[in-house]
């Protein structure tokens, strides 16, 4: 079983700043592409940030300059930092990643997806 682990939401006020958190754990082989993505009230889930295994990153217009996403390939777990947070920044934030895994056949590719972290920004 491979699953992805949220952590780092809560309530922030207008400006501050927040850190989330996903670790992946199971039956790994190798983790490809991670990412970010939000949903906020009554909207399509949407694309935040992403970032390869290699380290190449790719932001929602959103977010740059504000946001910065980072993994760590040893600790399987991938980072966003948000700064200057805003009120429409307020969504439930979910972690994604391409990971490869063991399987009989030997291995298989699985796009997983975290349960997700409320970030509610708010004075």
């Known amino acids: 079983q491979v699953q992805l682990v949220e952590s780092g939401g809560g309530l922030v006020q207008p400006g501050g700043s927040l850190r989330l958190s996903c670790a992946a754990s199971?039956?790994?082989?190798?983790?490809?592409?991670m990412g970010w993505y939000r949903q906020a009230p009554g909207k399509e889930r949407e694309l935040v940030a992403t970032?390869?295994?290699?380290?190449?990153?790719n932001y929602a217009d959103s977010v740059k300059g504000r946001f910065t996403i980072s993994r760590d390939n040893a600790k399987k777990t991938v980072y966003l930092q948000m700064n200057s947070l805003k009120p429409e920044d307020t969504a439930v934030y979910y972690c994604?990643?391409?990971?490869?895994?063991?399987?009989?056949?030997?291995?298989?590719?699985?796009?997983?997806w975290g349960r997700g972290t409320l970030v509610t920004v708010s004075s």
């Open positions: 199971g039956s790994i082989i190798s983790i490809n592409d």
């Open positions: 994604n990643a391409g990971i490869v895994v063991w399987a009989t056949s030997g291995h298989r590719y699985l796009e997983v």
């Open positions: 970032i390869t295994s290699g380290g190449s990153t």
